[in-house]
């Protein structure tokens, strides 16, 4: 059974140009001195190669056709070479969080090869107290921030001499698959494309009604387009900037208690609060609101094949709100309509249409788009992207190795140059920003607010519980 891409899956390829990279990357810091018989890199590779070679996806790649009407297939890469995906570097001295984020920024740049497996490692040496950091990147198209964190998860383990089981052996790879079986299946698919229309249309055309009658009583999640233009909202170069920080879970939940809210409406109000003061500090803070695109895990609440199982909710920030009680609170109530307005959309909507995606169309209306500067001439879809990654809340061991912080890094897109994407693990709040140095060259300024805005939170929860 050929195994082709779902609409979506294909999109972040026919998407993707030279400066709008479609890889979500990750960096863990791992304390190496609780590997068993010590540190090396060989040895480490050839744990990793192990097993890799247990774990299907890792290792399989896309295959097309000249003659493929419908999106590509993934096929088992029968080449398969752990040294093209897994490679060593040094941080120069001293080996500080900016030695570290320059050297993975750069990484972040360069495109994943397509003629492989999607996905790369990047051991780096050299962190000034001795630790040593992974840097991975896997394409969209093959992942999505649960799937992703899944395949990771699967070279962990719960103590540091873990003894590795390989995956569940029913799990088949993907096969092969020739060039008729991929042109045939193809054809198939795309002569059955008008019966989904004719099955999508009517649900697709009451969208905008039932949107507008939502508005109309204040129940409606943000529009597209309405958000205020900063200096993040711009066009893309091919250069990546990045920035972390850890937070303590303890306090975010603190804050979630005393006010009753989503441990996801206080990460928000913490973006919302260290914007207000990145934004204000560059004397560009906008009266109205920023609004953040808010991807929404449907695993499990659909039916649709792919890899990539995500709907996407808009949500306003608040940002121009000064108290920041007032900010939770309102971004709680936003959330609470955001939610319920995308649930009524019906999990499946940007799947169903994202399967009449087209790679001469998309990909050559992206390539133009970008040479054009398009994002700084029409109004603002969204400001930024944020994600909320649940993660294992015990201590966990990459290959025998301590994870001290695992930070998560998503993708950049035209008009919205900034991803802020939070990974909670054994009690700590990983916060990860992507985005582009010409469009936010002082990154360092924003990742540094994010406890600032926290301790504003965490003081006013500490305030409503000594209350009678």
Request: with cysteine.
């Amino acid at each position: 059974m050929v195994q082709r891409l779902s609409g979506l899956d294909a999109s972040f390829l026919y998407l993707e140009t030279s400066t709008q990279l479609l890889h979500i990357c990750g960096v863990v810091v791992l304390d190496v001195s609780t590997i068993p018989g010590g540190y090396a890199f060989a040895d480490l590779e050839a744990e990793l190669a192990v097993r890799i070679m247990g774990i299907p996806a890792f290792r399989r790649k896309l295959q097309d056709s000249r003659f493929n009407l419908d999106h590509p297939v993934w096929v088992d890469d029968t080449d398969f070479d752990i040294n093209r995906h897994c490679h060593r570097v040094a941080l120069p001295s001293p080996g500080g969080r900016d030695e570290l984020a320059q050297m993975c920024g750069d990484i972040a740049g360069i495109p994943l090869d397509r003629a492989r497996p999607l996905w790369e490692m990047w051991v780096i040496e050299g962190l000034e107290d001795g630790s040593v950091a992974v840097m991975s990147k896997m394409h969209h198209a093959g992942v999505d921030g649960v799937t992703g964190a899944n395949m990771i998860a699967q070279l962990c383990g719960l103590t540091a001499d873990t003894a590795w089981s390989s995956p569940d052996e029913s799990v088949e790879g993907a096969g092969q698959a020739s060039t008729l079986d991929i042109a045939v299946g193809g054809l198939l698919a795309v002569a059955s494309r008008p019966a989904k229309l004719l099955r999508i249309l009517p649900e697709s055309l009451a969208v905008l009604p039932r949107w507008m009658e939502r508005a109309r009583r204040g129940d409606a999640m943000p529009a597209p387009f309405t958000a205020p233009r900063t200096s993040l909202n711009g066009t893309l170069t091919s250069h990546r900037n990045l920035a972390f920080t850890q937070l303590d879970l303890a306090k975010v939940k603190t804050v979630k208690d005393a006010f009753g809210v989503k441990v996801n409406d206080v990460v928000l109000a913490m973006c919302s609060g260290a914007l207000r003061h990145y934004l204000k500090n560059r004397r560009e803070l906008p009266d109205r609101s920023l609004v953040a695109a808010v991807p929404v895990s449907v695993h499990g609440k659909t039916d649709r094949p792919g890899t990539n199982q995500v709907s996407l909710m808009l949500s306003e920030l608040r940002t121009h709100m000064e108290d920041p009680v007032e900010r939770l609170l309102g971004i709680a109530e936003g959330n609470s309509t955001s939610k319920g307005h995308n649930e009524a959309l019906g999990a499946t909507l940007l799947q169903d249409w994202s399967q009449f995606a087209g790679q001469a169309v998309f990909g050559t209306a992206m390539r133009l788009y970008s040479a054009l500067g398009l994002a700084e001439r029409h109004p603002v879809v969204h400001n930024l992207v944020i994600s909320n990654v649940p993660g294992p809340p015990v201590p966990m061991y990459f290959l025998g190795a301590l994870i001290k912080a695992m930070y998560p890094l998503g993708p950049i897109f035209h008009g919205a140059a900034l991803n802020v994407t939070v990974m909670s693990l054994n009690g700590q709040l990983n916060v990860g920003l992507m985005s582009c140095p010409e469009l936010a060259p002082q990154l360092w300024d924003l990742v540094d607010a994010f406890p600032r805005a926290l301790e504003e939170l965490v003081e006013a929860a500490l305030a409503v519980k000594a209350r009678p």
